[in-house]
């Protein structure tokens, strides 16, 4: 049975029949593959291409570029349901659809938007973004790429760490289109390179990640990388402010993620407490294993409600700041569903200590959460700056 939706306050019929859909997905293909994935350390890029089928890549864009012109709400239950069954599959999803998709399509001209955003709406294409570097993640200003102008091109040189999509399952092609931050004499610009630009390649999949094992990571570098200069984003030196911006729908989004682990584990542990006996007793009986349950019952409800409301929120035309509540949720995220999949495995005894019983591959991706995006030190930085102005 499904929880009470205190959350989603009135979800409208279409977000309803969304969240059916993406469960149904999420029930029959995404769940099937999840723990071998994990295991083979690979994304599953046919299934990827199903989630193009299902209009689910470009899902906040106009129609007419191949989007579902939905909204932040829809996002956000997405998210949450793909992240209940393979949190790793879902990071490739947000990589794809909100570090480079939203971001090409909030940044980019009209000319650029008609053509790249159909192709990587339908899952033909696959898009990333590069922001961190081998010598810089969180000082994200003390990048070292930069960008020299010279006549109709770009010299592009330097190098990204940490690159989710970054490279194909044969470890060396890169995906088709990285939207990559450097400087221009000290000022951050953006540019979308393309897997054939000369001077762009992969430099190494990152292996034996602790968690995230069905999303690929790759450090890409970028030497002397010859660019066109219709693949600036806006005008040079103003990506600064496209980064933050895209980043507050990043982290909403991670935080969705957290949220969808955090679901499925109490679920495990919800049912294994009933099933498992112990002293001749189901394992809910004893009140050490009801704090657990409790606890995490009522945490998942109010991140639900925290999440939610704020994603309600969201104007779609980006003209609000929303970064307080954005760093602020997923810092909660992060670590209640940390909290709530250590609890489970911790319900579940031995067993879920194992792959085969889903909550320890949950708790090895739900770490990513608390350092990809955002680190929890950067997000208490960033939220106690923000907070002056209530002092
Ligand atoms: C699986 C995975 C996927 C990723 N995908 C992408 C991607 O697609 N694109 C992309 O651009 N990046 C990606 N990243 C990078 C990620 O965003 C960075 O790892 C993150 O921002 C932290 O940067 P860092 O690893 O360089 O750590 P650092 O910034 O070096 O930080 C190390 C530690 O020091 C702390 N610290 C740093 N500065 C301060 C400070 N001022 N005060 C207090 N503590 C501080 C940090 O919080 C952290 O605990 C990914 C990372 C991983 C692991």
Redesign the pocket.
Known sequence: MEFKDFSLFDPTPEHKALRAMVCEFAQKELEPQALEYDQKEQFNQKLFQRLGNLGLLGLMLEENLGGSKMDATAMIAVHEELSFSDPGFC?TYL?HSV?CVYNIYRNANEEQKKLWLPALCSGDTLG?????????????LAMESTAVRNKDHYILNGR???????CLNDNKTPCDFVLV?VKIQNQISSFVVEKSFPGFFVGQK?KD?L??RA?N?AELVFDNCIIPKTHLLGREGEALKHMMKNLEVERLALAAMSLGIAKRCFKEMNKYSLQRKSFNKSLRSFGQIQKYLAQSYAEYQSLRSYIYNLARQIKEDGSENYRLDCDAVKLLAGKLAKDIADRAIQVLGGYGYVGEYKVERLWRDSK?LE????????L??NITKDLEKWV
Do not use: Q, R
């Open positions: 990071l990589a570090l990333a973004m590069a922001m961190s570097e081998p010598n810089c993640g969180t000082d994200v990204k760490m940490w690159i989710t999509n970054g931050y990152i990640k968690g995230m999303s990571t990513l350092i990809g995006g955002g680190t929890n030190e950067a208490e930085k």
